[in-house]
Nanobody, 120 residues
Framework: QVQFVESGGGLVQAGGFLVLSCEIS????????AGWFRQTPGKDRDLIAG????????YYSDSVKGRFTITKDNHKDTIWLQMHDLKPEDTAVYYC?????????????WGQGTQVTVSS
């Protein structure tokens, strides 16, 4: 089954910068896109950024648009999330995932995630 390994989280002050990395193993050959999600206690995982492996529009949620940038390397099966101007409300566990050829059809497997904590 496809596996995801997230890294790069940490504790930063408001206004700070972090880059998260996600290494994907065994992704579906017909996967359309990869994405970053985040989750806080008691809340659902929310898609905050998505990027097609080939062609298509990059997606950002309103909460991160203009501050976060998602990038990818198809050869390395790796995606990154550049997080600028971090805010306390960005505090969450961040996860990555990839779909299996249909937009929004995300893998049922999840990595451990990486914790991002933004202090005031």
């Amino acid at each position: 089954q496809v596996q995801f390994v997230e890294s790069g989280g940490g504790l930063v002050q408001a206004g700070g910068f972090l880059v998260l990395s996600c290494e994907i193993s065994g992704r579906a050959l017909d996967s359309f896109a990869a994405g970053w999600f985040r989750q806080t206690p008691g809340k659902d995982r929310d898609l905050i950024a998505g990027i097609p492996w080939e062609r298509g529009n990059i997606y950002y949620s309103d909460s991160v648009k203009g501050r976060f940038t998602i990038t990818k390397d198809n050869h390395k099966d790796t995606i990154w999330l550049q997080m600028h101007d971090l805010k306390p409300e960005d505090t969450a566990v961040y996860y990555c995932n990839s779909d299996f050829g249909t937009p929004g059809a995300w893998s049922g497997s999840w990595g451990q995630g990486t914790q991002v904590t933004v202090s005031s």
